[in-house]
C-alpha cells in the first residue's frame, strides 16, 4: 500500500513559477512510475510529467520546456515557470506499482490557479 501526499499549489499570477511535491509513504520500494496529472474543471484529466524506471523524464508537450520534474527517493516534485492561466487546474500525484499485477495509486490532488 502506497499513500501519496500533494502540497504547494496556490494562486499565481500568470508569468510566474510554483512547486509542487508529492510525498510518497508506505511500500514504495515496489513503485515504478510517479506522475503528475492535472484536471481543469470541465475536462478530462491529463498527464503532465513522469519520472519512470531508470528516473527515465517525459513531459507532456503542453507544458514542454516549462515545467520540470524530479524524484528524489519518495519526493516527487514539479516546478512550473512562465504559468498560463491554462495551467489552472488540480493537479494530482499519481504512482504506478508492479507486483503480481499493476496498482494505481492517487492523491488527494491540489489546486493551482494563475490568474492573468
Known amino acids: 500500500q502506497v499513500h501519496l501526499v500533494e502540497s504547494g499549489g496556490g494562486l499565481v499570477q500568470a508569468g510566474g513559477s510554483l512547486s509542487l511535491s508529492c510525498a510518497a509513504s508506505g511500500s514504495t520500494f515496489r513503485l515504478i512510475a510517479m506522475d503528475w496529472y492535472r484536471q481543469a474543471p470541465r475536462e478530462e484529466r491529463e498527464f503532465v510529467a513522469r519520472v519512470g524506471s531508470g528516473d527515465t523524464v517525459t513531459i507532456a508537450d503542453s507544458v514542454k520546456g516549462r515545467f520540470t520534474i524530479s524524484r528524489n527517493k519518495d519526493l516527487l516534485s514539479l516546478h512550473m515557470n512562465s504559468l498560463k492561466v491554462e495551467d489552472t487546474a488540480v493537479y494530482y500525484c499519481?504512482?504506478?506499482?508492479?507486483?503480481?499485477?499493476?496498482?494505481?495509486?492517487w492523491g488527494q490532488g491540489t489546486q493551482v490557479t494563475v490568474s492573468s
Open positions: 499519481h504512482a504506478t506499482e508492479v507486483t503480481t499485477r499493476i496498482i494505481d495509486y
